[in-house]
């Protein structure tokens, strides 16, 4: 229980003046719930941060009244300062979404990164909400979750927490899950609406869904089924007319590009979103003088207004003016002035980097290695090379038993009590997971963006094949999921030659080293039984009837050479480069990780084919039918796709420089990320398309091709016959 009553402080000289939060309310906190007087905040594990143990010293100051990198939560709203304004437009804004009959009630608050947007929904708007519920409800139950790399379990677990009133609801959970990934009879997901209105007493509780740093969807989640099931699920509640579930979600506004994936919800963004504004002096004034005066030990005004001089202007400042006002107070403690402490971590600008290089420089030189290997692991970046934060199982920053003492001490030292440079939560799936405390971290140590800098290639193939690992490893580790062909020899050779900085989980290592023994497995078998001479005769036979049928080199569907294909992928031969199998029957082939480059597949039949990362440089696919073909990450540079079918087609981050598309039926395929520089798109339909962005386009050919509505504009209503000229 957090008493405001019994801190130690003088009376205030104006205390009606201190108007944040509420600061003479209580909250009760029960480990993942939160509890107000009118409002019950449910946490999902992934939002749920563990405490770090508290120093046992007693402080003549009290309690330290500023959050450092934390953000603010619900029960420290007694010392959230400064955004008055915002929180009462918030809630308004909030209070008019849910009484309009015909609004969708989806509130996005986005602004930089480190503009204060958890702050100001955690510890604003929600306390804002217990102490003024709207109208038509009396009572809320507020779900609060971070996406991750899985959105729909996160979402699944805190709503049936709030059913179940378990801490840890394991089968709840699972079914709740299966039902947000099922569409309806009409094609839609409503789960999520489904889900609550069943929850008790839901016509007196408005039920909640604050999805807390929303981008995740888009830097975690991989998954783009996933994704798109929880973006619709969330917009189904929200729109739906019984009107029993809200949804609030902070993002960083960099990713407001990502959202024109989805129109529906990239519309929410534009006619319902609140973007965060930077804090005006004033406001920074109260943020900085008014928690010190409630904990009864003013600041003298020569130093507020250096602080603010620091702060104002400084793009993602507050989390470093929250760090200094932290040190600031420890100082206190100890004995020192503001201003002498304040020169000493060099000013807010400084504090955050210098204290954390300190921390790094008084490990040894070993664990300085683990170090960096934990602040690399937790970094996430894009194909674009933005970086953010990345949330990671602890053991995934183990390659051995016999570091994990260490790895876990120094985890220890940099999420202790007056630190707090990590943050550590429990995962019911991943165990306990790691997370920089604040991406203003990741930008303003100049250390580790240099490590970044150095490792950049080799953490993206590091994050590829922990990605393979942990899908293994939900599957139950199944034979199915293992590596073959290129894909196990490039981890093999990245497992020898990663630096110690970017190795591989112990889990990684497993995975890698079970794919090696499969592969041996299926070459083995062929010998090892007693039948071996013909066992291997039949083998020549089958290799010598697959040369003979690919040496004719006719159109003809030859069934059977389907059959004789697998069987040479299976044993390991993935090389068919410039091969020809034009007119071939190939549905639901898989060609996963093979070399194809300047094969010939004019005409032939691909429906359900799995060309997942082939190399297709230069091969001809000319009216190829590739219905629900799986081309996710294909290399299709100069590769012909003219008048080739691809509905439904799955070419997510496909590179298809100078490819050639013209007259494809692209309906219902997925693009997103796919590389289109010089792609010859003339005559192609992309209005039913996924997942397509104004940069794919940007140097794609154009010309008497149909784009989105969302791509197009009053002043680029020409976009579709922009390259029209060069054909003429």
């Not at 309690?63 to 420290?76: Q, S």
């Not at 290997?373 to 090379?385: C, G, Q």
């Not at 800098?453 to 094949?465: A, D, G, I, P, V």
């Not at 309906?667 to 398309?689: C, G, I, M, P």
């Amino acid at each position: 229980m957090v008493e405001s009553s019994e801190l130690n402080h003088t009376p205030l000289e104006d205390d009606t003046n201190i108007t944040g939060g509420f600061n003479q309310r209580t909250w009760e906190v029960n480990g993942n719930v939160i509890q107000g007087s009118s409002v019950t905040v449910y946490l999902s594990p992934s939002a749920y941060t563990i405490p770090t143990e508290k120093e046992t010293k007693p402080t003549p100051l009290g309690d330290n009244p500023y959050r450092g990198l934390d953000v603010f939560r619900e029960e420290h709203s007694m010392y959230f300062f400064g955004r008055e304004k915002q929180i009462d437009r918030l809630w308004e804004k909030f209070r008019d979404l849910n009484e309009d009959e015909s609004a969708c009630r989806f509130l996005p608050i986005y602004g930089t990164s480190g503009s204060g947007k958890s702050s100001l929904t955690r510890s604003g708007l929600i306390p804002e909400l217990d102490k003024k519920p709207l109208f038509a409800y009396q009572k809320a139950k507020i779900a609060v979750l971070f996406p991750t790399t899985h959105p729909l379990e996160s979402l699944a677990t805190v709503l049936a927490r709030i059913v179940t009133n378990d801490p840890s609801p394991v089968e709840k959970t699972a079914e709740f899950e299966r039902v947000l990934k099922n569409r309806s009879d009409r094609g839609e997901y409503e789960g999520l609406r489904r889900i609550a209105n069943q929850i008790p007493n839901i016509h007196d509780s408005l039920l909640v869904v604050v999805v807390d740093q929303f981008e995740e969807i888009f830097t975690l989640c991989k998954d783009p089924e996933e994704r798109e099931a929880f973006i619709n699920n969330l917009l189904c509640a929200a729109k739906d007319a019984d009107r029993h579930t809200s949804v609030i979600v902070t993002m960083r506004s960099d990713f407001l590009r990502e959202t024109q994936q989805y129109p529906g919800l990239d519309g929410l963004f534009s006619t319902n979103g609140f973007l965060v504004p930077s804090m005006q002096p004033e406001e920074l004034e109260m943020a900085i003088a008014k928690p010190a005066e409630l904990a009864g030990h003013s600041l003298e005004p020569a130093i507020i207004k250096l602080l603010i001089e620091q702060t104002q202007g400084r793009e993602g400042a507050l989390p470093l003016l929250q760090f200094a006002l932290q040190r600031i107070w420890e100082g206190l403690e100890d004995g020192r002035e503001p201003a002498e402490t304040l020169e000493k971590i060099g000013g807010v600008g400084g504090a955050l980097a210098g204290e954390v290089q300190r921390l790094y420089e008084s490990l040894t030189p070993e664990d300085q290695i683990l170090a960096r290997r934990i602040f690399i692991a937790l970094v996430n970046l894009d194909e674009s090379e933005k970086t953010t934060r990345r949330r990671a199982p602890v053991s995934e920053l183990i390659t051995n038993k016999q570091e994990e003492p260490a790895i876990k001490s120094i985890i220890r030292r940099f999420s202790a009590r007056g630190v707090r440079f990590l943050s550590t939560s429990q995962d019911p799936q991943r165990g306990e997971t790691l997370e920089v405390t604040h991406e203003a971290l990741i930008h303003n140590w100049d250390k580790l963006q240099g490590w970044l800098s150095e490792r950049r290639e080799q953490l993206h193939q590091k994050q590829k094949f922990e990605r393979y690992a942990e899908e293994w490893r939900c599957q139950n580790k199944s034979p199915d999921y293992l590596l073959q062909s290129r894909i196990l020899r490039d981890a093999q050779e990245f497992s020898k030659t990663a630096a110690q900085e970017v190795a591989l989980s112990e889990l990684a290592t497993e995975f890698i080293k079970a794919s090696q023994r499969q592969k041996y497995l299926r070459i083995s078998l062929l010998f090892v039984f007693p039948s071996i001479a013909v066992l291997f005769i039949i083998h020549l036979s089958l290799i010598y009837l697959t040369e003979r049928l690919l040496a004719e080199e006719n159109c003809q569907p030859t069934p059977i050479l389907k059959h004789l294909l697998w069987y040479r992928l299976k044993t390991g031969e993935n090389n068919l480069e410039r091969i020809s199998l034009c007119g071939k029957a190939l549905n639901e082939i898989n060609f996963e990780g093979a070399e194809l480059s300047g094969a010939n597949f004019q005409e032939a039949r691909l429906n359900g084919a799995n060309l997942r990362q082939a190399v297709l440089l230069d091969a001809n696919l000319q009216g190829a039918r590739l219905y629900k073909a799986d081309l996710y990450n294909a290399f299709l540079i100069s590769a012909n796709l003219i008048g080739a079918n691809l509905e439904s087609a799955n070419l997510e981050s496909a590179i298809m420089h100078n490819a050639k598309l013209q007259g494809a039926d692209l309906r219902n395929a997925d693009l997103q990320n796919a590389d289109l520089q010089n792609v010859d798109l003339r005559e192609v339909d992309l209005t039913q398309t996924t997942g397509l962005s104004q940069h794919q386009i940007e140097s794609a050919i154009l010309c008497n091709t149909k784009l989105p509505d969302y791509l197009l504009s009053v002043e680029s209503k020409h976009l579709e016959n922009r390259d029209c000229h060069r054909f003429n």
